[in-house]
C-alpha cells in the first residue's frame, strides 16, 4: 500500500482564520479523497481531487469553504477556510491505487483540528 | 440518500471469543465493501475487502457478504484485547469510486 503523509498532525487555530492541510504519497495514485471526522462520528466525505480539474464536492461541502488543490498525481491539498468552532476535525486524507487494489482506499495519519 | 448502517455498540466479549460485527446497506448497485479498525486518536486501517458473496478469510478474520440481503459481517475469531477498536464498515458507490461509511461499532475485548 502507499504511505500517505499529512501535514500538520494536528493544530490549533482561531475563529475566522483559514488552514491548509497538505497530503503527500509516495507513489502516483489516481484518486485522492479528503474526508471529515467530527468528535465521536464516523467519516464523511467532503471531496475527490482531481488532477488538474476541480474537486468534486459532496453535498453539504462548498469550494468556497473547503478549496482543494491537486497539483500532480501524488499531492494535494485541502484549506478549511474562515474556521469556526463547528470545524475543528479531523481532516483524512484517503487514496486510491493506481491498480491491482480494486476500489480500497486507503487513509493518511489524519490532522487534528481545534477551533477556538 | 445512499446509507450503511452499524450497531454503535460496545460490544463486548472475552478474549478468546468470537467477535461477529455486523453491517447493512442501502445501495444495491454496491459492488465493494470494506471492514477498516480504527483505533482511538489514529486513522483507519484496512483489515479486509470482499467484492463476492460468500466468505474470505484472512487469518482470525471471516468477512462474509450477502448482496441479496445487502449484509456484511466480520467475524474475529480468537479475539484478543488488542481487537478492542472502532470497526467501521464502508460501502463503494458510483462503480467503486466513492466510500460510504458506518458510524462504526466498538468492540471491546476482555482479558
Redesign the interface.
Known amino acids: 500500500?502507499a504511505v500517505i503523509s499529512q501535514k500538520p498532525s494536528r493544530d490549533i487555530c482561531q475563529r475566522g482564520t483559514s488552514l491548509t492541510i497538505q497530503c503527500q504519497v509516495d507513489s502516483q495514485v489516481t484518486?485522492m479523497f479528503w474526508y471529515r471526522q467530527q468528535p465521536g462520528?464516523?467519516?464523511?466525505?467532503i471531496a475527490?481531487a482531481n488532477q488538474g480539474s476541480e474537486a468534486t464536492y459532496e453535498s453539504g461541502f462548498v469550494i468556497d469553504k473547503f478549496p482543494i488543490s491537486r497539483p500532480n498525481l501524488t499531492f494535494s491539498t485541502l484549506t478549511v477556510s474562515n474556521m469556526s468552532p463547528e470545524d475543528s476535525s479531523?481532516y483524512?486524507c484517503s487514496v486510491?491505487a493506481l491498480a491491482g487494489d480494486?476500489?480500497?482506499?486507503?487513509?493518511?495519519?489524519?490532522t487534528r483540528l481545534t477551533v477556538l | 440518500q445512499k446509507e450503511v448502517e452499524q450497531n454503535s455498540g460496545p460490544l463486548s466479549v472475552p478474549e478468546g471469543a468470537i467477535a461477529s460485527l455486523n453491517c447493512t446497506y442501502s445501495d444495491r448497485g454496491s459492488?465493494?465493501f470494506?471492514w477498516?479498525r480504527q483505533y482511538s486518536g489514529?486513522?483507519?486501517?484496512?483489515i479486509m475487502?470482499i467484492?463476492s458473496n460468500g466468505d474470505k478469510e484472512d487469518g482470525r478474520f471471516t468477512a462474509q457478504l450477502n448482496k441479496a440481503s445487502q449484509y456484511v459481517s466480520l467475524l474475529i475469531r480468537d479475539s484478543q484485547p488488542s481487537d478492542s477498536a472502532t470497526y467501521?464498515c464502508a460501502a463503494?458507490m458510483e462503480y467503486?469510486?466513492?466510500?460510504?461509511?458506518?458510524?462504526?461499532t466498538i468492540l471491546r475485548v476482555k482479558s
Open positions: 500500500s484518486m462520528q464516523s467519516l464523511t466525505l475527490t479531523i483524512l486510491k480494486g476500489d480500497t482506499q486507503y487513509f493518511g495519519p489524519g | 459492488q465493494s470494506f477498516y489514529k486513522s483507519p486501517e484496512l475487502s467484492y467501521l463503494g467503486g469510486n466513492k466510500l460510504v461509511f458506518g458510524a462504526g
